[in-house]
């Protein structure tokens, strides 16, 4: 297919798959011409991942690892999912403490080894942010809250593609951002049942 219709195929404008080819995000087509190439559903596919990536707020740079751990595998899928969990997450600031979290991925049932430190990182910030504003997670809403994350993380992994690496990078990036808003507002809305309940409020 030409590149008008790998535009259409994939929603992506011209102009944004040109400035991908450039960034070397997206591969060359097959030459047919000096001014045209020829373009197939590998291309397709890959170009529906990178859009995934940069619409999810991945960096140019963050997307060419991910891309480049796609077209040269790590020996894992774990591996290869570590490299998109890393994608999406901020870096970790230098010296931050990591001893709490650390703490509550062992009551997890796993060691902190077993974690990108991006993700180890991001849990001690949110620790770190409720104990500045002087609250405290009663024990047992925080244990409520490790037994639900656990349940939500086995249940998402095992839901992991196996068809091919990009369908699988594809879900864990976009099921790890955009899930996270519905996942809030489900918490909202339970919280707001609870309470009529407990309340008596119909």
Request: net charge negative.
């Amino acid at each position: 297919m030409r590149i008008s219709e790998l535009s259409t195929a994939t929603g992506v404008p011209v102009p944004t798959i040109k400035y991908y080819l450039r960034e070397k995000l997206l591969a060359e087509g097959t030459r047919t011409s000096a001014t045209q190439a020829s373009y197939d559903d590998g291309h397709v596919q890959r170009l529906r991942v990178i859009r995934a990536l940069i619409e999810s707020g991945v960096s140019i740079a963050e997307a060419r690892k991910v891309i480049a751990a796609l077209d040269a595998p790590p020996p894992s899928l774990y591996d290869l999912l570590g490299v998109a969990h890393a994608a999406v997450a901020p870096e970790p600031e230098a010296g931050l403490d990591t001893t709490s979290a650390e703490a509550l991925v062992e009551r997890l049932g796993g060691r902190p080894e077993q974690c990108e430190p991006t993700q180890l990182a991001g849990l001690a910030r949110a620790l770190r942010t409720i104990e500045g504003a002087g609250f405290e997670v009663p024990a047992e809403v925080l244990e409520a809250y490790l037994d639900a994350a656990r349940r939500i993380a086995d249940a998402e992994i095992a839901g992991i593609p196996g068809d091919s690496l990009e369908s699988a990078v594809r879900y864990v990036v976009l099921g790890t951002v955009l899930p996270e808003p519905l996942l809030l507002a489900l918490r909202r809305v339970a919280q707001q049942i609870a309470s009529a309940e407990r309340y008596g409020v119909r």
